[in-house]
């Protein structure tokens, strides 16, 4: 088989037909402006020139963890020997300021705790709960599911059950990593594989709910291992169709003992995004997520077919363990004035995407 041109790329694209794996490796090939402007069509046919981002606060409630993921900076180890778990009512004290902040989400993603117990873990969502009914509780990755399952001899049936019971809402798209089983052996061993994560979103959806996916990319992985990934998502959506947003997260590179020899250009990641947006095109939303893109590279994906900047955050603790500069979060003010300068119209939106607040300027 030839591989397939540039001109019946384009051509492909501006029909809206769908492209195989060949063709999404081969998209790599085209400069960068061409791409941008294929991702930007598709983008500003569905949303104009909105620009999504939430109210959110992230919580990160410990950071002790059985597994030994190598590009991980934020668990506690030899290099990071602070280990700490929060107390629900720290947990609680943390939901009960963002809220009062204006948050309408909180986002709860920890490590993998052995001594810490299901009932923490679940106890800390049915608190938030019961405080605050319409507060969002984003919370808990299929590798914190799986783990969970696994240390109590639960199914993910099971798992899932208990979940909603205790008031998750929605699932964020962590611990996807890199799909490629070769890759992901070699970067996060006996972590969740490939298929369970999968698998793990795939009953979650068919509860009728909605989680993100996210990649983890500019480390090991080879442009055909990115593309892999966005395939296997996209026929899992075309599946279940409960994913709202692809998440593409550069690789950080501090304070890990992940060996990178070359890092991505601003180029390289520009088209990442460009691609998803091409690729992916059964998942409505991309999301530039700034802590780890950083805010210009992301406020320029706006050009190359994101329409989703996360939000202000207000702290987090997993990337900037790695080097990211995001440990206090962006000021609501500041999103709206970079997301208005860079020519866009910011959208604050719930954790579903219903538009709450459309900030004219
Ligand atoms: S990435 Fe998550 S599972 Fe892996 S070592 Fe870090 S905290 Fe643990």
Known sequence: MTAPNERELIEKIEAGERLNREEGTALYGLDLLTLGELASRIREGRYGRKSYFNINRHINPTNVCKDVCKFCAY????????????????????AAEARERGAKEVHIVSAHNPE??????LGAFRKIKEAFPDLHVKALTAAEVNFLARENGLSYE??????????????????????????????????????????IHRLWHRRGRQSNATMLFGHVEKREHRIDHMLRLRELQEETGGFN?????????????????????????????????????????????????????????????????????????????????????????????????????????????????????
């Open 158 to 199: 099971e798992m899932i059950d208990l979940m909603i019971e205790s008031g998750v809402d929605s699932m964020p798209g962590g611990g996807a990593e890199i799909f490629d089983e070769e890759v992901r052996d070699y970067i996060c061993k006996g972590k969740v594989s490939s298929e369970e994560w999968l698998e």
């Open 75 to 94: 668990s506690a180890s030899r290099k990071n020997p602070n280990q700490y778990t929060m107390s629900h009512e720290e947990i609680l004290a943390i």
């Open 245 to 361: 947003a692809f998440i593409p997260l550069v690789y950080q590179r501090e304070n890990n003992f992940l060996r990178v020899e070359e890092f991505p250009t601003a180029q390289e990641i520009l088209k990442t995004y460009a691609i998803s947006r091409i690729l992916l095109d059964n998942i409505p939303h991309l999301k530039a997520y700034w802590v780890t893109s950083t805010v210009g590279l992301a406020l320029l994906a706006q050009e190359f077919g994101a329409d989703d900047l996360d939000g202000t955050i207000q702290k987090e603790s997993i990337q900037s363990a790695a080097g990211a500069a995001s440990a206090s979060g962006m000021p609501l003010e500041d999103f709206v004035a970079l997301i208005h300068n860079s020519g866009f119209l910011p959208v604050e939106r719930d954790s579903l995407y219903h538009e709450l607040n459309v900030y004219e300027g």
């Open 116 to 121: 810490a117990g299901i009932d923490w873990y």
